[in-house]
């Protein structure tokens, strides 16, 4: 069994060799995953109607979803990330080195920044910012 890897409107996702991505990940439309990345079981990835961005040495846990807006707004995750499990990231950015918990969700324009952590089953609204090195 394969991940399931599909083009979205002519653009097929890019994803670096050394990157781990689980049979069962659907990856879909305008994606990037960065080198030694893991992509793990059922989790879901859509660039339907914008971009979405994963760095290097990310760990995208299973049953996560990462989604995007049309009107401007992409999900960036950035170098050294941990997603737990069941998190919803929706177009979002998480900078370098910060951590969202399992069954986090971080909605439309916040950011997390660099060392951030938001806990386990939290909800981080739209446009939002977790500065950096802090617990939400």
């Known amino acids: 069994m394969a ?7 002519g653009i097929v996702p890019t994803i670096d060799k050394t990157a781990f991505i689980a049979p ?3 990856i879909i ?6 080198a ?6 059922s989790c ?3 660039g339907d109607v914008n971009v979405i961005r994963v760095g290097k040495r990310t760990n995208i846990q299973d049953g996560t979803i ?4 049309s009107y401007g707004l992409g ?16 177009a979002c950015t998480l900078e ?3 951590f969202v918990g399992m069954q986090a969700c971080v909605m439309d324009g916040a950011v997390v920044e660099t060392h951030a952590m938001v806990a386990a089953g939290s909800l981080v609204t739209p446009g939002k910012r977790v500065p950096a090195g802090q617990l939400w």
């Open 44 to 46: 879901t990835l859509r």
């Open 29 to 34: 439309g305008d994606v990037e995953i960065g």
């Open 66 to 69: 990462l989604h995007v807006q």
């Open 96 to 98: 370098d080195r910060s």
């Open 3 to 9: 991940a399931l890897i599909l083009p979205h409107h």
């Open 36 to 41: 030694e990345s893991s992509i793990w079981f």
């Open 75 to 90: 999900c960036y995750v950035g170098d050294d990330v941990t997603v737990g499990h069941a998190a919803l990231l929706h």
């Open 24 to 26: 069962n990940a659907a």
